[in-house]
C-alpha cells in the first residue's frame, strides 16, 4: 500500500505499513490496555515471538499491518487487516480487522476514525463486500464508536482459549 | 489434510478438504438457512462467484474448507477455517472459523458438535492458541451449542456491508 499523510488536532499524521522496526511500538500500544491479556505487561522482555508474527503476516498478501505514525515519527495506532475469501453470501470476500490500538493520550480525537474510515476504504478497493472485527463486550465506548461508523452489532463473538 | 472417519447416529461420516466438485452442495447448505442472506435463493443459478471464491480458499494453505460427507457421498456439513497470526498475545495465532453448517436433517445430533471438536484439535495442532468464531445474536441454539463446547461469548461482533 501507499503511504496516506492526514490531518489532525493541528498535526500531520502518515498511515502507512507496518515494518519491522516497528514491532516493538506496536507490542507497546497493544500492552497499554485496560484488557491486556497476563502474557502482555507492559514491558515484554522477549520481542522475538512478536517478530515471528510480524513476518508471519508480512509475508502473507492477505495479511496487512497498518500503523499510524506522528509528524516525528512516532507510531500512535495499528490495526491488522485480513482478507478472507468465502462461499457465503455468493462468494463474499470479507475483510477482517484485528489489533485495533490507538496510543492513550490521543484517544477520542478521531485518530481510530480515520483508521477505521480508511479499512473501509481498502476493503471496498479490494472488493470486499463485508468488514468484520469483534470487541471485548464490556468495552462500550468502542461499541458507540463502531456504531457511528456504520458497524452493526448483529453477531456475538465466541473464543476458546487452547 | 487427511480424511477423518467417524461413526454417529449408527452411521459412518468422512470430514475432509472440500473439492470443486463439493461446491454445489456447499451452497445447498448455505442456501438451507433461515438467516440466509437475500442473494442466498434456495437455488443459486450461477456457480461462478462461488467456485471463484472456493479456488481462492484451496490456493491459500491459511485456509481450510472442510466438508463432512455422509457414507454415500452426500455433503451434510461445512466449515471454513483461517489461520491468523497476530501480534496480540505475545504473537498468538488464531484459528477463525467462518460458514459452520449442517444439514437439517441432521441437526442435533453430534454432528456439529464433532466438526468444532475437530477443528479445535487442527488448531492445536497447527500451534493456534485461540480459537474464534463469530454467531448471529438471534442464534440461541448455535450459541448454548458453542458454550458447551467451552467457547465463551466474550465479544460483539459488528459487521458492516460494502
Keep these: ?11 500531520s499524521f502518515t498511515l502507512r505499513t507496518a515494518r519491522e522496526a516497528d514491532v516493538s511500538a506496536i507490542v507497546d500500544l497493544l500492552a497499554d490496555d485496560d484488557l491486556r491479556s497476563p502474557e502482555e505487561s507492559s514491558a515484554p522482555e522477549d520481542l522475538a515471538p512478536y517478530l515471528a508474527a510480524f513476518h508471519a503476516i508480512d509475508r502473507d498478501s492477505a495479511h496487512l499491518l497498518v500503523v499510524v505514525a506522528d509528524s ?16 457465503a453470501r455468493s462468494g463474499a470476500t470479507r475483510l477482517q480487522v484485528e489489533a485495533v490500538r490507538v496510543s492513550a493520550d490521543l484517544r477520542g480525537n478521531g485518530l481510530g476514525g ?34 457511528r461508523l456504520g458497524f452493526t452489532p448483529s453477531h456475538v463473538g465466541f473464543k476458546l482459549f487452547l
Design 1 to 11: 500500500m501507499n503511504d496516506i499523510s492526514f490531518g489532525l488536532l493541528g498535526g
Design 114 to 147: 480515520e483508521m477505521i474510515t480508511w479499512a473501509v476504504e481498502y476493503g471496498r478497493g479490494l472488493g470486499c463486500r463485508l468488514i468484520q472485527l469483534t470487541s471485548d463486550a464490556t468495552r462500550n465506548d468502542a461499541h458507540r464508536f463502531y456504531e
Design 72 to 87: 516525528v515519527g512516532r507510531v500512535v495506532g495499528t490495526q491488522q487487516l485480513t482478507v478472507l475469501p468465502g462461499l
